[in-house]
């Protein structure tokens, strides 16, 4: 069984009491924040609701509103992290240093980027293929990302660097397969495999960055000569979004991981 002591000594000692606060204060707000009957209280109900399944609703897995709803109040419950369940902050996500090849003449080394708006990303497909044991879970995405950037001219070796932002829409798909395993109490719980995750951008992203890095562009890639100068740069801005994706759906899978560990399947799906 789940430790709430541990549990109550994880939010303290991180620091981070309110990694998991929405969830907490939402039944019962400690007017004192280390208030520890309090604390122990809302913690007792906590690990209550997450047993219960209450971190999401169970959907017939052909109910697309149900759906809908049930991705909402998930993100909704998850996405200040619940360091107890091993369950990542999501919003706003953390990615230290991601390193991209653009394949155009240039690579770039993003650095300490802060992702936002992963928390309302709505559902837009959701498939499972019971006799194939795989899902196909697609969301739609309106995110910010800020950080720091180099870009790194291939041919020749030099470098720039500076802040960078990027604003955009973009499609993000998770695929896995699944299985289902029982637990030392008898309870069935969904393992997710490993996921492949693809992205597509909506509309063009807009990017913001210096007149260094507009110069590392310009002398890295051909981007900015020729006629269809405008596809190849909004091909480029697609890129750029869609490498922080692929990146921030990584967590999004394994959150949902995480829950499949601690929730019993019927908590996801009915039917199954
Ligand atoms: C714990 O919660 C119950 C019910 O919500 C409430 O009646 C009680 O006063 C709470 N105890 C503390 C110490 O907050
Ligand atoms: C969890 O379920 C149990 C038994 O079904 C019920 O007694 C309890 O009130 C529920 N707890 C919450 C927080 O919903
Ligand atoms: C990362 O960015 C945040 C703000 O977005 C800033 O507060 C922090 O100091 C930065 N960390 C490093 C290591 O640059
Ligand atoms: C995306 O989010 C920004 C705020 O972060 C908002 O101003 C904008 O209208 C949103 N775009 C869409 C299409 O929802
Ligand atoms: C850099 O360019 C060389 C050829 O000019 C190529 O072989 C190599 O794969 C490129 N490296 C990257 C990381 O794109």
Redesign the pocket.
């Known amino acids: 069984m789940l430790c709430t002591r541990s549990l109550i000594i994880l939010f303290v000692s991180s620091g981070v009491l309110c990694d998991g606060e929405s969830l907490l204060s939402s039944w019962n707000p400690c007017g004192h924040r280390y208030d520890p009957d309090c604390l122990l209280n809302s913690t007792a109900k906590f690990l209550e609701n997450t047993a219960n399944g209450s971190l999401l609703t169970p959907c017939g897995r052909d109910d697309p509103d149900c759906l809908q709803k049930s991705t909402a109040k998930f993100l909704e419950n998850t996405a200040n992290g619940l360091p107890a369940y091993d369950i990542r902050r999501i919003d706003p996500l953390s990615i230290p240093s991601l390193d991209y090849?653009l394949?155009n003449g240039l690579?770039l080394h993003y650095k300490n980027l802060t992702v936002k708006g992963l928390k309302d990303q709505e559902l837009s497909q959701f498939r499972i293929d019971i006799n194939e044991k795989g899902v196909k879970f697609q969301t739609k995405a309106n995110l910010t990302a800020e950080g720091e950037i180099v870009i790194e001219i291939?041919?020749t070796g030099r470098s720039f660097s500076g802040p960078f932002s990027i604003k955009g829409i973009a499609l993000g798909t998770m695929r896995y397969g699944y299985g289902i395993s029982t637990d030392d109490k008898g309870v069935q719980h969904f393992v997710v495999g490993p996921e492949t995750i693809s992205c597509q951008a909506v509309g063009e992203p807009d990017v913001q960055l210096n007149s260094e890095l507009k110069k590392a562009i310009a002398e890295g890639t051909e981007v900015n000569k020729g006629e269809d100068y405008k596809t190849k740069c909004l091909e480029m801005r697609q890129k750029i979004l869609c490498s922080i994706v692929d990146e921030a759906y990584v967590s999004v899978v394994h959150n949902i991981r995480a829950s499949a560990k601690i929730l019993p399947k019927e908590a996801f799906l009915t039917g199954v």
Do not use: F, L, M
Request: glycine share 0%; proline share 0%.
């Open positions: 090849d394949d690579i291939n041919k």
